[in-house]
C-alpha cells in the first residue's frame, strides 16, 4: 500500500486518471503516515531496530518534513548502537528543515 501511495504516476495514464489517483494518494497519506509511526514505535519498544529505521524511511519518503519520524530514525539508529548514524540523520533533518522551510527542528527532536 505504501508503495502505491509514493511510487509515480504511470507512463501514459490519462489526466482523469491522474486527477483521481492524485485525490486518492492525498486522502491515504494522513492515515498511511500515522499507521507507519505507530507500527515503527511498536518495532522500537520491540527492538526491532532496523525495521523501525526502514518504517521511518518509508514515512519520510512520504513527508521529508515529519519530524516524528526524524526522531524515530534517530531513535531507532541510536538504540541499534550507531550513534554516528543518528547524529548524521540528525544533521540531514536540521539542514532540511533550515535550508527548504527555515525552521529549526521541534524542540523535542533536538532534545
Known amino acids: ?18 486527477a483521481w489517483l ?17 507500527l515503527c514505535d511498536v518495532r522500537i ?8 529505521h526502514t518504517l521511518a524511511r518509508r514515512q519520510l519518503l512520504m513527508d521529508p ?11 531507532a539508529l541510536y538504540l541499534a ?3 554516528s548514524g543518528a547524529l548524521a540523520a540528525f544533521e540531514r533533518c536540521q539542514s532540511l528543515l533550515r535550508e527548504e522551510l527555515g525552521v529549526e527542528p521541534d ?5
Open 45 to 52: 519498544e520491540q527492538r526491532q531496530y532496523p525495521d523501525a
Open 107 to 111: 524542540q523535542e527532536t533536538v532534545v
Open 81 to 83: 548502537g550507531d550513534r
Open 1 to 18: 500500500m505504501v508503495d502505491w501511495v509514493v511510487a509515480e504516476l504511470p507512463a501514459g495514464a490519462s489526466e482523469e486518471f491522474e
Open 22 to 38: 492524485l485525490s486518492h494518494r492525498e486522502a491515504l497519506r494522513p492515515p498511511m503516515l500515522a499507521a507507519l509511526g505507530q
Open 65 to 75: 518534513y515529519r519530524d516524528e519520524a526524524h526522531r524515530q530514525q534517530m531513535k
